[in-house]
C-alpha cells in the first residue's frame, strides 16, 4: 500500500528563519503517530504544509500520491492550533460547513461525536470555553472519514480531565484503516496511544521510530526521552 | 462557488438585510419627508443618486472585506477548492448585492413612471439623459452598473491579496498606491488605444448642482472593442488573484 503521507528534503523558511530543515519522512496507514517538539520547533509548520495550507520553499509532499492541493485537501482532516470555524457560526452551522464541503463528512459519527463531547448544535461555537471549543475542532475533525488526520497540539490549553476526554474520543473516533499524526509537547498525557514518534528540533527531523522499539531501546519512556532531547534547548 | 457564497451571505445576512433596510427607508424619508419640508422632485432626485452612490461604495467595501476574511481564514482555505473559487465567489457576491440594488432602483423608478413623477424630472430638465445606445435605455444602464462594479472589483481583489501578502506595516497605504496606479495605467492603456473613446455609451452619473442630474452619453463610444479589452484585464486580475492567493496570501 502506497505511503499516505512523504515528504522529500522538504525545507520552509520565513523571512530569514528557516523553519523546516531537509525533512524526510514517511507515514504509512494505521498509525497514531506522535509529532513531538518544544515550541517553534516546526511541528505546526510541517502540519500546515501537509495540509496543504502553505508551499514549501524546496523538496516534495505527497499525500497519498497527490501534491498538496485540491485534490489532498479532500483526503487530509487537519485540525489547527487556532478555531477553524467562523465566529459567527453555531456547532450546527460549522458542522454544516463541513457536510457541505467535504464528500467524506459522516453525519452520523458526527452525532455520536456531539454527544460524545457534549456539544449541543445550538451552543455558539465562539462563546463555548477553551476546552469545549478544543472539543468541537476535534469532532470537526473526526467526522469526515478521512485518510489522514493532522492534529495540532489537540490537547494544548485544556484541563486534564478534558485532555483525557479529547484522548478518548480521538482513540473511539479515527478510521482504523487511516493515519493521525498529533503533534504536542505535553507527552505523558498523551504517550499511551502513540504507534510511533517523530521528534523534531529546531526545523530538523531528529528521530521516527516505532514507540514500543524506542522504548526497549531507550529503557525510557517516551515523555523521558523527550525531556533528555530538549532539555539541551 | 456557489456553496461559498452560501456561506458568505450567512455571515453577513444580518448586515445585508439590516442595510436594505436602511436603504429602503433612506429612499422613504427623501420620498415623504420631502414632501412635509417641501424638497422639490429635484432635490429628492439628487438626494436619490446621493443615497445609491453612498450604498454602491458600502457594497463595494463589504464585498472587498468578506473577500479578505476568505482567503485568510484557515477554516475556508482548508476546504478542496481552487483558489479561482474564491475569486470567483467574492464577484458573485458584489454582483448579487449589486442586482438587488438595481432591484430597489428600479422599482423607484417605476413608482416614478406609474405616478408620473419620472415625465416630469425629464420634461423640467432635472434628469438629462443622453442615450445613443440601440440597446434599450434599462437594460443599458443595468449591464453598465454591472459591468462597471465587476471591472472595478476585480482590482480590488488583486490590491487586497497583494496586501494580504505583505508582512509589512503601511499595507493600506501600498494598497491605495496600487488602486491609483492600476487605475492610471488602466486609463491610459484605453487612451493609448482607443483613441480617447470611452467604454461605454453612457459616460457617468453626474449631480451637476443640487437640482439636476446628468448622465451624459457618447454618441462615438468606442464599443465592443473598449469591452474586450477589459475583459481581458478582468481575466488578467482574476489570474494574478489566485495566484496570489495559491502562492503568498498569510492564512491565519
Known amino acids: 500500500m502506497a505511503p499516505l503521507l512523504e515528504f522529500e528534503s522538504v525545507n520552509k523558511t520565513y523571512g530569514k528563519k528557516a523553519a523546516l530543515r531537509d525533512i524526510a519522512l514517511t507515514i504509512e496507514p494505521g498509525r497514531i503517530v506522535g509529532l513531538l517538539g518544544s515550541n517553534g520547533s516546526g511541528k505546526s509548520t510541517l502540519l500546515r504544509l501537509a495540509a496543504g495550507l502553505n508551499r514549501p520553499d524546496s523538496g516534495k509532499i505527497r499525500v497519498l500520491g497527490h501534491e498538496p492541493g485540491k485534490a489532498s485537501k479532500a483526503l487530509v482532516s487537519f485540525m489547527p492550533d487556532r478555531p477553524q470555524f467562523e465566529k459567527w457560526m453555531t456547532v450546527g452551522e460549522a458542522l454544516d460547513f463541513q457536510r457541505d464541503f467535504f464528500a467524506d463528512y459522516d453525519p452520523d459519527k458526527s452525532k455520536r461525536m456531539l454527544e460524545f463531547m457534549k456539544l449541543s448544535r445550538r451552543d455558539k461555537a465562539s462563546t463555548l470555553s477553551k476546552g469545549m471549543q478544543e472539543r468541537l475542532q476535534l469532532t470537526l475533525a473526526l467526522s469526515r472519514r478521512s485518510s489522514l488526520y493532522l492534529l495540532d497540539e489537540p490537547i494544548g490549553g485544556v484541563d486534564p480531565v478534558a485532555r483525557d476526554h479529547i484522548l478518548d474520543a480521538l482513540v473511539e473516533f479515527y478510521e482504523e484503516d487511516s493515519s493521525v499524526i498529533v503533534s504536542t509537547h505535553l507527552i505523558a498525557d498523551i504517550e499511551r496511544i502513540f504507534d510511533e514518534v517523530l521528534m523534531i528540533r529546531d526545523g530538523s527531523l531528529l528521530l521516527q521510530r516505532e514507540v514500543e522499539q524506542l522504548r526497549m531501546e531507550s529503557g525510557k519512556s517516551v515523555d523521558q526521552l523527550f525531556k533528555e532531547v530538549y532539555a539541551e534547548c | ?252
Open chain 2, 1 to 252: 462557488m456557489l456553496k461559498l457564497l452560501k456561506y458568505d451571505v450567512k455571515r453577513d445576512m444580518f448586515m445585508l438585510i439590516g442595510g436594505a433596510i436602511v436603504l429602503i427607508v433612506a429612499l422613504l424619508v427623501i420620498e415623504i419627508g420631502g414632501r412635509q419640508i417641501g424638497l422639490g422632485l429635484d432635490g429628492a432626485a439628487v438626494l436619490s443618486l446621493v443615497t445609491y452612490t453612498i450604498f454602491a461604495l458600502l457594497i463595494l467595501m463589504g464585498a472587498c472585506n468578506a473577500f479578505r476574511l476568505n482567503i485568510r481564514s484557515i477554516g475556508r482555505r482548508l476546504i478542496p477548492l481552487g483558489s479561482l473559487q474564491y475569486v470567483g465567489a467574492s464577484l458573485l457576491y458584489a454582483l448579487l448585492l449589486n442586482a438587488v440594488m438595481l432591484v430597489i432602483g428600479g422599482l423607484q423608478i417605476l413608482y416614478y413612471d406609474a405616478n408620473g413623477t419620472l415625465e416630469k424630472l425629464i420634461q423640467t430638465g432635472i434628469v438629462k439623459i443622453e442615450w445613443y445606445s440601440p440597446l434599450p435605455l434599462p437594460i443599458g444602464i443595468a449591464f453598465i452598473l454591472l459591468w462597471g462594479s465587476l471591472f472595478l472589483q476585480t482590482m480590488l481583489l488583486l490590491v487586497m491579496s497583494v496586501m494580504e501578502s505583505l508582512n509589512v506595516k503601511g499595507r493600506a497605504l501600498i494598497a491605495l498606491g496600487m488602486v491609483l496606479v492600476l487605475s492610471s495605467l488602466i486609463s491610459a492603456a484605453e487612451n493609448s488605444f482607443f483613441g480617447g473613446l470611452g467604454s461605454s455609451p453612457l459616460t457617468g452619473f453626474r449631480a451637476d448642482n443640487q437640482s439636476s442630474i446628468t448622465m451624459p452619453g457618447s454618441e462615438s463610444a468606442a464599443g465592443v472593442s473598449v469591452y474586450l479589452f477589459e475583459l481581458v484585464v478582468i481575466v488578467l486580475f482574476v489570474w494574478a488573484t489566485a495566484r496570489m492567493i495559491d502562492r503568498k496570501v498569510r492564512i491565519e
